[in-house]
């Protein structure tokens, strides 16, 4: 049984910064793509950012590419979405989502993940 638990979500300033953190349990981590996603008040659930099992090939959306960054602890079963500049336009229920193997061109679609967590809410006001 996998289960990921997202932490470190909150109600911050514009141009704040935040470090959602998400602790995997399970068998495997390390053979597991890890991604994280959003869903905005009011709008469907987008992609945010991606992790191959070993770190080597990371891909993020264009709204957040260079202010957000993704990282993982194969050791720690842990991976970590590092948010600076923040914007209002962020402000969404984060959740983190692990697939079985490594998610290739697949990344950024939500039906490619095995696994979600319950969700963090992040705040931002302007």
């Known amino acids: 049984q996998v289960q990921l638990a997202e932490s470190g979500g909150g109600l911050v300033q514009a141009g704040d910064s935040l470090r959602l953190s998400c602790a995997a349990s399970g068998r495997s981590f390390s053979a597991w793509s890890m991604g994280w996603f959003r869903h905005p008040p009011g709008k469907q659930r987008q992609f945010v950012a991606h992790?191959?099992?070993?770190?080597?090939?990371?891909q993020y959306s264009d709204s957040v590419k260079g202010r957000f960054t993704i990282s993982r602890d194969n050791a720690k079963n842990t991976v970590w979405l590092q948010m600076n500049s923040l914007k209002p336009e962020d402000t969404a229920d984060y959740y983190c989502?692990?697939?079985?193997?490594?998610?290739?061109?697949?990344?950024?679609?939500?039906?490619?993940?095995?696994?979600w967590g319950q969700g963090t809410q992040v705040t931002v006001s302007s």
């Open positions: 992790i191959s099992p070993t770190g080597a090939n990371i």
């Open positions: 989502a692990a697939r079985n193997g490594y998610a290739g061109s697949l990344y950024y679609d939500a039906l490619n993940y095995h696994y």
